[in-house]
């Protein structure tokens, strides 16, 4: 099955500096890369996506790239908000109707 | 955008009563729905797949006469912990994939169930 490793566990950064959370997976099957943001006590939700069609995709302050060769995603925050302050999940999926493989979160803290 | 709702967010239980949990699509269709399970400080696992009109699907070490699954229409999945006990306290998210033809579709998380057996 899927695996899904993801770095740093806790990353703290200067209000307005960047933040990236890098993750790689095993499967190559897998297509479907999703970002999740979850705040304390809350479901998480999806801050952006990305597909294996592309190698990178960009949100206003927020983007991910993908390596399908070397099979790892990064998740890249510019100027970074206090409200930016969570725990973010990457995740990975064959796509379809298949479920998502979770990696184990990095909590981010955003110092103002 | 889409949303999910689950109730209730949170629920105290007693030992060896059965609790029900809701989750439900609420501006499209889900076809597909699915079950996690979060412990503290800790990622999401996979408990079930739940599809409309068919049994549900469950993990390797999930039991299935514990947690029930019943996914009786487009919008609704509900959760049955029976015969809970201190160490099914947890925090229970359901999440949603839109219908066919948006197979494709990200997946869309209720709020979570935090679930506390006394």
């Known amino acids: 099955g899927e695996n899904v490793e993801q770095h740093p566990s806790t990353l703290s950064v200067q209000e307005g500096d960047s933040a990236v959370i890098k993750c790689t997976y095993s499967?190559?099957?897998?297509?479907?890369f999703p970002w999740y943001k979850q705040e304390l006590g809350k479901g998480p939700q999806l801050i952006i996506d990305?597909?294996?069609?592309?190698g990178e995709k960009k949100d206003q302050r927020i983007a991910v790239t993908l390596n399908k060769t070397a099979k790892h995603f990064s998740l890249h925050i510019t100027e970074t908000q206090p409200e930016d302050s969570a725990v973010y999940f990457c995740?990975?999926?064959?796509?379809?109707?298949?479920?998502?493989?979770f990696g184990t979160g990095t909590r981010l803290t955003v110092i103002p | 955008g889409a949303v999910v709702s689950q109730h209730p967010s949170r629920v105290i239980c007693k030992s060896g009563t059965s609790v029900k949990i809701e989750c439900r699509s609420l501006?499209?269709?889900?076809?597909?729905m699915f079950w996690y399970r979060q412990f503290p400080k800790q990622s999401l696992m996979l408990m079930a797949t739940?599809?409309?009109?068919?049994?549900?699907?469950?993990e390797q070490g999930v039991e299935k006469d514990k947690f029930l699954i019943n996914h009786a229409s487009l919008t609704l999945s509900t959760l049955t912990v029976t015969s809970a006990h201190p160490e099914d306290s947890s925090f229970y998210i359901c999440?949603?994939?839109?219908?066919?033809?948006?197979?494709?579709?990200?997946?869309?998380f209720g709020n979570g169930t935090r679930l506390t057996v006394t």
């Open positions: 999440s949603a994939r839109g219908v066919a033809g948006a197979a494709n579709s990200p997946l869309h």
């Open positions: 499967d190559s099957a897998s297509n479907y």
């Open positions: 990305i597909r294996s069609n592309v």
């Open positions: 995740a990975a999926s064959k796509g379809g109707a298949n479920n998502l493989f």
């Open positions: 501006d499209f269709q889900a076809t597909t």
């Open positions: 739940s599809n409309e009109g068919s049994k549900a699907t469950y």
